[in-house]
Structure formats: structure tokens, C-alpha cells
T-cell receptor, first 113, second 113 residues
């Protein structure tokens, strides 16, 4: 089955800096890659996603890049703000798998003033 | 606002009790999911319902019994749970069970005494 690795497990940045979180996946058939933000005690919130027919997608300060050859995808947050502090999970889904999401282990992002 | 509604928000039960978790969505989604999430871990898929039929059971113990009475409702019946079953139980929905974005509810925080 699919396996997703996520790095780093913790990331501390200064407000205004950029943050990058990286994930690798094992199943070359995976074709959908969402990113979720989960604040303490709250639900995972879908913040951006990308499909395998696209190499990059951007939404304001958030962008995701996908390298299918290397089976890597990354989340980029620019101009970080304290409210960006949360746990971020990447995930991958394979066609025909009932839309099962395989999650990475999560990255605790802390944006310091 | 959360479009997937879960009740109750918190539940404390003994190991001999029977209780149920409820999930409701009115987005016309035809796939619904139950996940279990332990502290500082990613969500783990338990069950997937597609068009009110159980399509995936991730080898979940029989003390967890899912039910999908109609396309808007998903229940999780609990009986004879163990202390290690204490966790956040998340419901999610998507348009269908092909590769689609999943939207999560706020979860039920379950504590087993």
C-alpha cells in the first residue's frame, strides 16, 4: 500500500519568513495530494490540494509543488503569520482505492513573533 | 462554519456502555468516512461508505459498528470499548468515493474509563 513520509516533524520560523514542508510517497499511481492544517483541538482543514496532472498550484500565501518523477510534493507558506501555527498533514490518494487518504506523520509549525 | 456536523462533541463512557456517535452533512456528498485520531498523530481511516454502502473496513474491531441510514447521516455505534479506544473520532465527507477532497467535521472526543 501507499506510504507517505513527511519532514520536518517540527518547524520554527520567524514571522514573515517562509516555511517549507516536504513529503514523499511510495505509490507511483497516487494522483491526488491534499494538505490539511489542524489547530489544537480542531478539525483538519483542507488548505490546498494538487492533482498529478499539475506541477504547481498557488492560493495567496500558500503553494504546493509536485514532482511526480521523484514522488515528492511540498507545501510552501510565504510571509508566515502567528495564525499559521498549527500541525500540517500531507496526504496521498490512489485511484480505485475508495478515496482512501494515506497521511504523513505531520509537521508542527510554530511562527514566532 | 463546519459543513460536517458531529455530535456529541465530548463523550465519556465506561467499558460496558453502549453509545453512538453521529455525523451529518447536507452538501449532497455521497461518500462518508470515519477516522480515529490519537494525540499528535495523523487521522487513521476506519470505514468508508459510498452511496450508503460500506465500501472499506480497515480491519476495525467489531466493537465499532458503523451505520449509514441515508445519504446525509453516518453513525458509529460503540460497545464494550477499551481504554485504548480513547481518541478523537472524525467524520468526513466527499462528493463521491473517487479521488475527491474530503471535508472533516469537528470530531467527537471520546474517553473510555
Amino acid at each position: 500500500g501507499e506510504n507517505v513520509e513527511q519532514h520536518p516533524s517540527t518547524l520554527s520560523v520567524q514571522e514573515g519568513d517562509s516555511a517549507v514542508i516536504k513529503c514523499t510517497y511510495s505509490d507511483s499511481a497516487s494522483n491526488y495530494f491534499p494538505w490539511y492544517k489542524q489547530e489544537l483541538g480542531k478539525r483538519p482543514q483542507l488548505i490546498i490540494d494538487i492533482r498529478s496532472n499539475v506541477g504547481e498550484k498557488k492560493d495567496q500565501r500558500i503553494a504546493v509543488t509536485l514532482n511526480k518523477t521523484a514522488k515528492h510534493f511540498s507545501l510552501h507558506i510565504t510571509e508566515t503569520q502567528p495564525e499559521d501555527s498549527a500541525v500540517y498533514f500531507c496526504a496521498a490518494s490512489t485511484p480505485g482505492g475508495g478515496n482512501k487518504l494515506t497521511f504523513g506523520t505531520g509537521t508542527q509549525l510554530k511562527v514566532e513573533l | 462554519d463546519t459543513e460536517v456536523t458531529q455530535t456529541p462533541k465530548h463523550l465519556v463512557m465506561g467499558m460496558t456502555n453502549k453509545k453512538s456517535l453521529k455525523c451529518e452533512q447536507h452538501m449532497g456528498h455521497r461518500a462518508m468516512y470515519w477516522y480515529k485520531q490519537k494525540a499528535k498523530k495523523p487521522p487513521e481511516l476506519m470505514f468508508v461508505y459510498s452511496y450508503e454502502k460500506l465500501s472499506i473496513n480497515e480491519s476495525v474491531p467489531s466493537r465499532f459498528s458503523p451505520e449509514c441510514p441515508n445519504s446525509s447521516l453516518l453513525n458509529l455505534h460503540l460497545h464494550a470499548l477499551q481504554p485504548e479506544d480513547s481518541a478523537l473520532y472524525l467524520c468526513a465527507s466527499s462528493r463521491d468515493s473517487r479521488v475527491q477532497p474530503q471535508h472533516f467535521g469537528d470530531g467527537t472526543r471520546l474517553s473510555i474509563l
